[in-house]
Nanobody, 122 residues
Framework: QMQLVESGGGLVQTGGSLRLSCTTS????????MAWFRQAPGKEREFVAA????????RYTDSVKGRFIISRDNAKSTMYLRMNTLRPEDTAVYYC???????????????WGQGTQVTVSS
């Protein structure tokens, strides 16, 4: 089975940037669509961005369009999320997810990482 590990979270001020990474093992990375989700304190998990197995197609939730960029490097079995112009409302635990078929479904992804904390303060 596939294992996913997030890294790159931390504490930044409003307007700052971070790049999250999701490293994978236990599966053929190029066979999987990948996605980022986040969960803020007291709120439900929400979809952030997704990328198809080849990297040819991406999609984003409206609140991060123009600020976040999802990408992947199949040679390194790693997915990234570049987050620019961060806002306090971006504060959340960010999770990466993988699925061999899912792309548009925002909930039912098969494999999940443990999450990395992103905190944006002023």
């Amino acid at each position: 089975q596939m294992q996913l590990v997030e890294s790159g979270g931390g504490l930044v001020q409003t307007g700052g940037s971070l790049r999250l990474s999701c490293t994978t093992s236990g599966g053929t990375f190029s066979n999987y669509n990948m996605a980022w989700f986040r969960q803020a304190p007291g709120k439900e998990r929400e979809f952030v961005a997704a990328i198809r197995w080849s990297g040819a197609t991406t999609r984003y939730t409206d609140s991060v369009k123009g600020r976040f960029i999802i990408s992947r490097d199949n040679a390194k079995s790693t997915m990234y999320l570049r987050m620019n112009t961060l806002r306090p409302e971006d504060t959340a635990v960010y999770y990466c997810a993988a699925d061999s078929t899912n792309y548009y479904n925002n909930i039912d992804w098969r494999y999940w990482g443990q999450g990395t904390q992103v905190t944006v303060s002023s």
